[in-house]
Structure formats: C-alpha cells, structure tokens
C-alpha cells in the first residue's frame, strides 16, 4: 500500500474512533440563509408612504413655487419609495434637526434619515442606528460678508461666526479655534436655517458648515446681494453624508444601502430613466441583474424583482438626481468633485449586483 493512502486510512480510522462519522457530500451544501421579514417594509407597505426625515436647505431639501417638496435628498427618498412601494410620490418628509433625528428613528417615527448626516464613529457607537453608504462626499467650508473697510472678512478680532449646534461642523469650527487661536466667536444656533437665518440677518459675519449647503444657499435666487464670500476652512474635515437608519431590523437597513448603491451602479453602467427599459433586456449581464431583479433574493427580502427598475425609470440615477438638484441644470452649479463613480476618480463605489 503506497504511504500516501496509508496515512489517509489511518487518519480515517482515528476520526470514526472518536465517534465523528464520516459527514455525507450532500450535507455539505449550504443552502442560502433565510432573510428574516423585515417589520418596517412591512409597516410601510401597509402605510403605503416611506416617512424621511431631512434638513431644509436650498438644493437638497426645500419647497418649489408651488409648494412640492424638491431636491437631491429628497429624490433620494423618492427613488426608496419607488423601489419599496412603486410609488415615488409616496413620501412623507419631517424636518431633524441633530441629534433629533436619531432619538426618531430609534422611537420609529421616521423609517429613514436623509437629513444631511456625516458619518462618524461616536454617532455610530453611541446611538441604535445604522448608516448606509455615503451618497454625497463634502468638506467643511466659511462663508463671510465682506468688510466695509476692505480688509479680509476673517481677519481681526471681534468676528463672529454662526453654526448649527450639536453638528460635526460644529466640533471641528471649535477644534480649529482652539488650536489656531483665531480670535472668533462661535455663536451656536439649533438647525442649519436658523443659523442661516442669523446670518442672513448678519447676526454674526461668518457662518460654518458643509461645503455645499453653504454654496448652494450663496448660489439661491433669494439670497441677499452682493454676496458673501465662501472658502474652504483651513482644516482637513471630511463630512462623508449618509442615510441612516435604526438598526432593529437589518432587512430595512440592507434595502436602504442598496437602494442606493443601485443608483450609483446605474450611473457607473450608463442606465438612465430614458434608457433602462431597453437596457433590462440588451444590456451587460449585471445591468440585466440590476433592472430585472434577483427574484429570489428580492422575494427574500420582501421586494418586488423590479425594485431597482421602479427607481432609476422613476427618479433617475446618481448622476442624474445629481445634477438636476444641485449640479449644472441647477441654479446651484455644485461641482461633482469626488461625487463621481470610482471609475471616473470618484468615490462611489457599488458593490456587485450578482
């Protein structure tokens, strides 16, 4: 008997000695694990609304002229309740502030936040909640009026600079004071409109927040003219915004990310609102995947094989909601900067649809 097939029949004999008989091949598969029913879609679809909480601000949250709800968080939304209810239209909208938001979720009076929140690991460890991936990546920025005696806005003693409370840009305006011994004021209001509204009303001369919302509230057609003036703060400060959920039922928590992730991977495969019916059955293998649905896996988690068609046809993909919220057909004119798919030197990233 050659050495090799002794050792095997020895070591054979010391396993069925210890009592372990020899597991059949067949036992060996595993079958896919059983996703347990998610309570909130439930609850939603019998609500037949997703409730979505969010910070009003000019292109991301905000009314139009006739009174309907509009702008890159909002769609986001609307692209969940088209893919969950069929129905883009079907939301409800509640306005957070921070950490307001969380105690909503955790208590289920909202089923997801898109209130322009930075993911962060104390708000991640302290509070039951999950966030989803970030949908929009942004820096911390100062906006000033312009001083009458011509010199620099943030310069000398005596300025003072508004910020929503209880915000990371909050922290890090703090942090930097305190390490660069600026002589500025910090003056902290509840919300993000109110400490707009302060400085609007030149409360303070300065106002911090997230890039964006300070450019796109500069940029707003009711803003007071001439201008203040924006720049970047001088401190790295990353504010990657995600959706948020409460992490009680992890089937809601995985529809919500992809969902999005679905959005992103549409623009990254060139699937528009406009093109995505031919492309479900004359695209590529994953963009047949994406649009006509896993059936078993959505049938799993409790959605319809279509749900990522019923959202990209409906609101449009990233680029698209993008774009016309905030982005070049917007009066706000947001560069994409790192908001491009990775395969264009950005970071959105979806993991694959097989």
Not at 84 to 91: F, K, P, Q, S, T
Request: aromatic share 8%; net charge neutral; with cysteine.
């Amino acid at each position: 008997m050659p050495t090799r097939v002794r050792i095997l029949a020895a070591a054979t004999a010391a396993w069925l000695a210890l009592g372990c008989p020899a597991v059949p091949a067949k036992n060996l598969a595993r079958s896919p694990a059983q996703t347990p029913p998610s309570s909130v879609l439930a609850a939603i679809q019998q609500r037949g609304t997703v409730r979505c909480g969010v910070t009003y601000s000019p292109g991301f949250a905000a009314n139009d002229a006739s009174g309907r709800p509009v702008g890159f968080m909002v769609d986001l939304c609307r692209a969940l309740a088209a893919a969950v209810l069929g129905n883009a239209e079907a939301i409800e909208l509640r306005r957070m502030s921070k950490p307001q938001e969380f105690i909503a979720l955790e208590g289920g009076d909202i089923d997801v936040s898109f209130a322009q929140t930075s993911w962060t690991f104390p708000r991640d460890a302290t509070y039951r909640i999950d966030f989803g991936p970030p949908v929009f990546h942004d820096q911390q920025g100062v906006a000033a009026w312009p001083r009458d005696d011509g010199r620099p806005p943030l310069q000398g003693g005596g300025v003072t600079v508004c910020v929503p409370a209880a915000t990371t840009s909050h922290r890090t305006l703090e942090e930097y004071v305190a390490r660069t011994g600026q002589p500025w004021q910090i003056r902290q209001y509840p919300t993000w409109p109110d400490a707009l509204q302060a400085f609007i009303g030149k409360e303070c001369a300065a106002i911090s927040t997230d890039h964006s919302l300070l450019t796109a509230a500069l940029r707003a057609p009711d803003f007071p003219k001439p201008g203040a003036e924006i720049a970047p703060l001088p401190v790295p400060a990353r504010e990657p915004v995600a959706p948020v959920t409460a992490n009680a039922d992890r089937t809601w928590v995985g529809v919500v990310r992809w969902t999005m992730f679905a959005l992103m991977l549409a623009e990254e495969k060139g699937v528009t609102a406009d093109n995505a019916a031919i492309l479900s059955t004359t695209g590529g293998s994953e963009v047949q995947r994406l649009l006509q649905g896993i059936p078993d896996v959505a049938e799993r988690v409790g959605l319809r094989a279509d749900w990522a068609y019923q959202a990209i046809t409906q609101v449009g993909n990233y680029g698209e909601i993008f774009d016309r919220n905030i982005g070049d057909r917007s009066p706000y004119r947001l560069p994409r900067g790192p908001n491009r798919p990775w395969s264009r030197g950005g970071l959105l990233y979806a993991p694959v649809f097989q």
